[in-house]
């Protein structure tokens, strides 16, 4: 296709990342009508970021934001989707990521695979404004879908609140806004029998 080399990396990392659309999570979409994909959780977190930026603790480089949160999945393409609320799955999530986080970053040119993996280990450290944002968001928009939902994935997998409010323990760190919204929605659906108390 193409006889320079960094062109042809990039297109291949590109093509790989179309993978990232057969990825389904465990949330299901608005309506309850399927599962969502993570290139699906992706773009809607990425919008999120945008129209929520005003509720971030503290200044946040959106465009370094939004990279981060386009990238943090791209791992589940190798490592699969490790479900928020299974403990076991979450015993070998870092391994099986770490792994798979060297393959596909790896598939980049040099400087951009360093970039891009560098991104990826910044959002899981969470130890920045953008990453604490952004984990703020990750930890939102399922949580949303879930509301919507009426708490059906939640009631599927026998999820108690405090299984959440662990989950969410950082969320508002990233926003005040954020954190308060998932307390609120958390206690909604323990009243009405969705989590359990």
Not at 118 to 131: K, Q
Request: glycine share 6%; hydrophobic share 35%.
């Amino acid at each position: 296709m193409t006889d320079d080399p960094r062109f042809a990396k990039q297109l291949q990392f590109i093509l790989e990342l179309d993978k990232e659309k057969t990825i389904l999570r465990q949330t299901h979409l608005t309506g309850y009508r399927r599962q969502e994909n993570d290139a699906e959780h992706a773009w809607h977190m990425a919008v999120m970021a945008c129209l929520l930026q005003e509720y971030a603790n503290e200044p946040i480089n959106l465009a370094r934001t939004l990279l981060m949160i386009l990238l943090h999945d791209v791992v589940e393409i190798d490592a699969g989707d490790t479900y928020a609320y299974d403990p076991e799955g979450v015993k070998t999530q870092r391994e099986r990521e770490e792994k798979a986080a060297d393959r596909i970053f790896g598939l980049l040119p040099e400087d951009q695979a360093r970039e891009f993996r560098d991104l990826f280990e910044e959002f899981d450290r969470g130890d920045t404004p953008e990453a604490r944002y952004a984990h703020a968001l990750d930890n939102f928009q399922p949580i949303l879908l879930n509301d919507a939902n009426d708490g059906k994935d939640w009631r599927l997998h026998q999820v108690g609140r405090q299984q959440v409010e662990k989950r969410n323990a950082h969320t508002g760190e990233g926003s005040e806004k954020i954190g308060q919204a998932v307390q609120a929605i958390i206690d909604r659906n323990v009243a009405k029998g969705n989590l359990k108390p």
